[in-house]
Nanobody, 121 residues
Framework: QVQLVESGGGLVQAGGSLRLSCAASGNILSIKLMGWYRQAPGKQRDLVAT???????KYADSVKGRFAISRDNAQKTVYLQMNSLKPEDTAVYYCSANLRSATSYYFNDYWGQGTQVTVSS
């Protein structure tokens, strides 16, 4: 059974930093795109950043220059370094991975359970 488990969320003051991690586990054959999304109360889930298996990142305009996504393919882990945090970054952050498990012919999207990030002003 494939699982994505996030860690690293918490409460931080504006201007501070946090680092999120997300580890994929289970019988995984291959992982393509990995990424982070966030959902604030009463709002839709939005893209924060994605990264290809080759390490090519993509960012939402709202986090460019402040957040950095990276991944360790050997450890099946994706990271999100968040700097210069703002109150509007407060949300539940979800990691995602497009991967193929040993029980499927196809690549499917998997999601973590989410981790809360709260930025106080």
């Amino acid at each position: 059974q494939v699982q994505l488990v996030e860690s690293g969320g918490g409460l931080v003051q504006a201007g501070g930093s946090l680092r999120l991690s997300c580890a994929a586990s289970g019988n995984i054959l291959s992982i393509k795109l990995m990424g982070w999304y966030r959902q604030a109360p009463g709002k839709q889930r939005d893209l924060v950043a994605t990264i290809t298996s080759g390490g090519m990142p993509k960012y939402a305009d709202s986090v460019k220059g402040r957040f950095a996504i990276s991944r360790d393919n050997a450890q099946k882990t994706v990271y999100l370094q968040m700097n210069s945090l703002k109150p509007e970054d407060t949300a539940v952050y979800y990691c995602s991975a497009n991967l193929r498990s040993a029980t499927s012919y196809y690549f499917n999207d998997y999601w973590g359970q989410g981790t809360q990030v709260t930025v106080s002003s």
